[in-house]
Structure formats: structure tokens, C-alpha cells
């Protein structure tokens, strides 16, 4: 009689992390490239209307290629949320044409970065020169995602990362805006606790969106890895390449990320409302994972901590 309460016991905690996970799911953003606006036909049957869909600047892109697909992406009924990269603004001009066609388009979120590239290509060297230069109160942009990194970044100290976090929340809160902030994905499932434990203690109190690589090969994700600089656990993967699915402290699925998250304790303060999923693997395979978990079409394998698709 033991056993069978214990199997039932198991039966009920495997359900109510399954409605969580769907819960949460339903709630995630993914992105897209200009490349890929032939495929927002195939995505809208895919994602439900109002998802958030990022567009990604990609090096090879323009920022009118980016204003174009997202406005693309609006029509077809997504929150489009185009990519300003302050390193890749041309001038001034440029990026106020750009926001000007945005919001005429009905586009009113973006997410704002500073991009890698080692010199800006115009005037804009980091995401507070864009917030200083008047750009977006001007063309009516009221909500703005900017950048976490729970694995560090490659070229800015953690303190001067704290501190750049609480220069943009007071931006958005003296101008009335919403903020939120979307993370690097990476490979350490531990990082983006210890990071979120530490928000209150710099009195960061936006809402934050987890960023996880939806399924892809792992070559593909260090590829990425390490053009995004992720931290500590590239390294490990690196170093670890012949065993790293025994390696504890990895995820390198986004089934392993949700089931981590999902056991994360945070502070009440900290506000953890949605994945956000980078479509390294092409966004209608990205797109098709996320639809199928948001329908609770899988199962819960605890034994190695991994979500089963049933279709």
C-alpha cells in the first residue's frame, strides 16, 4: 500500500510540474532573422498571435532589413520586437528614420543591445548612448527589453554590468516606460539562479525573460557560444566535449533549462515571467518545440531530468 501511494504521490508532482511548464511556455518569445520572413506564414499556424517574435541584426543584415521583416512580423499578428544595436547604427538619423518607420507600423517594443562588434560603425557605443540621445521618447517607443548576462560578459566586469542594469531601469522609470530584461542563454543551469538572486541585492526589480537555445545540435550552440562570449561554462563544455551530458551542473537542451528553472527558489522580488528561446536550431523547429510543450504534449522522465516529446 506504501508503494502504490508513492507511485500516485510521484503521478500528482510529475502533473503539477507538467500544468507549470505548460504555463510558462505559453508565455515564451523566440526570434527571427530578415532572412527568415518567408517563413512568418508557417509560424503564425505555429505560434499563437500575440507571441513576442525578437528580430535578430545579424551581422550580415542591415538595420532597414530589420525594420522591414519586423514590420512584417507585426502584420502577422506578433508583438515584433526588432533588435537596435547601438554598435551597428549608422548615425543618428538613421536610427530615428528607423524607429519613426517602427512606430508608424504599429511597432512600439524593441529590444535594445550594444553589440559585440570591437568599434561602433557610427556615433552609439553602448545602449546609453541610444537612451541619451532622446531617439525613443521622440518616436514613442514605450517598451524596451535590454540585456542580462548570468555568465558575465566578455569585455565588462560584473560591477560595471550591475550598474549598467540600474542606469537603464531608472531611464525607463523616469520616462515612463517598460522594461524588461532578456538574458544570454547558456550552458551553466545554475548561473541564471545565482544571477537572479542577486537583482534585489542592486535593487533591480524588472521583469525577466530566461534565455535558452531551443533545440539544436550541440556544434551549433558553441558556435554560438562562443561568438556571444557566454562565460564560464563554454570553457566546461569545451574542456568536456567526450562526457558532457554526465557533466551535473549542464543543461544543453531547452528541456534541462525548463526543469531547472522550474526547481529554482528565487526572492519574491525577483519576477521571472517567461522563456525566451534563441532559434539557433531555425525558428519552425524552435517554433514546433515551444507549440508542442505549450500543449502538453510531452512526458516527464525524472530519472535523467529530460521532457519526452509524444509526437
Known amino acids: 500500500m506504501a508503494q502504490q501511494g508513492q507511485v500516485m504521490s510521484a503521478e500528482v508532482v510529475n502533473e503539477d510540474l507538467k500544468a507549470r511548464i505548460k504555463r510558462f511556455v505559453r508565455g515564451a518569445s523566440t526570434e527571427i532573422t530578415p532572412f527568415d520572413e518567408k517563413r512568418l506564414p508557417t509560424l503564425v499556424s505555429r505560434l499563437p498571435a500575440g507571441t513576442a517574435v525578437y528580430v535578430a541584426h545579424t551581422p550580415s543584415g542591415s538595420l532597414s532589413d530589420v525594420v522591414h521583416t519586423a514590420l512584417a512580423a507585426q502584420n502577422a499578428g506578433f508583438i515584433a520586437t526588432p533588435h537596435i544595436v547601438a554598435r551597428r547604427i549608422p548615425n543618428a538619423l538613421a536610427l530615428r528614420r528607423a524607429l519613426a518607420q517602427l512606430r508608424g507600423g504599429?511597432?512600439?517594443?524593441?529590444?535594445?543591445?550594444?553589440?559585440?562588434?570591437?568599434?561602433?560603425?557610427?556615433?552609439?557605443?553602448?545602449?546609453?548612448?541610444?537612451?541619451?540621445?532622446?531617439?525613443?521618447?521622440?518616436?514613442?517607443?514605450?517598451?524596451?527589453?535590454?540585456?542580462?548576462?548570468?555568465?558575465?560578459?566578455?569585455?565588462?566586469?560584473?560591477?560595471?554590468?550591475?550598474?549598467?542594469?540600474?542606469?537603464?531601469q531608472s531611464f525607463a522609470e523616469r520616462n515612463g516606460m517598460q522594461m524588461h530584461i532578456v538574458t544570454q542563454f547558456g550552458f551553466n543551469a545554475n548561473a541564471v539562479s545565482d544571477w537572479g538572486s542577486q537583482l534585489p541585492r542592486?535593487?533591480?526589480?524588472?521583469?525577466?525573460?530566461?534565455?535558452?537555445?531551443?533545440?539544436?545540435?550541440?556544434s551549433k550552440l558553441i558556435h554560438f557560444a562562443m561568438q556571444c562570449g557566454i562565460g564560464v561554462s563554454l570553457r566546461t563544455v569545451m574542456r568536456n566535449l567526450s562526457g558532457v551530458g554526465s557533466i551535473a551542473e549542464l543543461a544543453i537542451s531547452p528541456d534541462q533549462h525548463l526543469l531547472r528553472l522550474m526547481a529554482m527558489v528565487m526572492p519574491p522580488a525577483v519576477r521571472i515571467v517567461a522563456p525566451h528561446f534563441f532559434a539557433f536550431g531555425g525558428c519552425l523547429e524552435t517554433a514546433s518545440w515551444i507549440e508542442q510543450i505549450a500543449a502538453g504534449d510531452f512526458d516527464i522522465d525524472a530519472e535523467v531530468g529530460r521532457l519526452r516529446l509524444q509526437r
Do not use: C
Request: proline share 9%; net charge negative.
Open 202 to 218: 542592486h535593487q533591480i526589480h524588472l521583469p525577466v525573460r530566461v534565455g535558452i537555445a531551443g533545440p539544436a545540435p550541440l
Open 106 to 168: 504599429g511597432v512600439e517594443q524593441i529590444l535594445l543591445i550594444a553589440g559585440d562588434a570591437p568599434r561602433p560603425n557610427g556615433e552609439f557605443a553602448s545602449t546609453q548612448d541610444v537612451l541619451d540621445s532622446g531617439a525613443l521618447e521622440e518616436a514613442g517607443i514605450t517598451r524596451i527589453g535590454v540585456a542580462g548576462h548570468p555568465e558575465g560578459h566578455k569585455a565588462v566586469g560584473p560591477m560595471l554590468l550591475w550598474e549598467a542594469l540600474q542606469a537603464k
